[in-house]
């Protein structure tokens, strides 16, 4: 078992989590990110800038029982079929039972904005943000440990 993070848009309280609970629980923590950022860890890969080339790599290193966290939902759908878990930058733990649904309001949102509609952006993240993780993470790596 491993934490995976897609670390191309990862926070750094989020990184800083995941090394945390790295520790804790005495798993390797591996980070996938293009050539353009500079991220410290244990286990980390760099990939190209192509599009989806660190999403791909997330994927090829995953492994069922592995906790995974990206924010792109594509991969999320991915390796919840891989029989990884799979955890937002927020805390939102991806579900197999809710994740079509979101693929379907991604897309629906794109044919939105493609047409001329402007949606909002993400909001700035919260010190409630990085808490809100950090139990989620806990959770899922009991959750996970328990199996």
Same mark, same amino acid.
């Not at 078992?1 to 005495?26: T, W």
């Not at 293009?34 to 290193?61: R, Y």
């Not at 990085?130 to 790596?141: D, P, Q, T």
């Given at each position: 078992? =491993?934490? &995976?993070?897609?670390? %191309?848009?990862?926070?750094?309280? #989020? ?5 945390? !609970? ?34 791909? =790599?997330? &994927?090829?290193?995953? %492994?069922?029982?592995?906790?995974? #966290? ?5 991969? !999320? ?71």
């Amino acid at each position: 078992m =491993k934490i &995976l993070i897609d670390a %191309d848009a990862c926070p750094k309280p #989020v990184l800083a989590a995941c090394k945390r !609970a790295g520790k804790k629980y005495g798993l390797p923590v591996w980070t996938v990110a293009s050539f353009n950022h500079n991220i410290e860890s244990d286990h980390h890969v760099v990939v190209g800038d192509s599009s989806q080339e660190a999403d791909i =790599k997330v &994927l090829n290193l995953t %492994d069922p029982g592995d906790v995974v #966290v990206t924010q792109d939902w594509g991969l !999320a759908a991915m390796v919840l079929g891989k029989g990884a878990y799979c955890l937002s930058p927020h805390g939102k733990e991806y579900q197999s039972s809710t994740i079509e649904f979101m693929l379907e309001t991604r897309e629906a949102m794109a044919k939105f904005r493609r047409g001329g509609g402007k949606t909002k952006g993400p909001k700035k993240r919260t010190a409630a943000d990085n808490r809100k993780f950090s139990a989620s993470l806990e959770m899922i790596l009991q959750k996970a440990q328990q199996k």
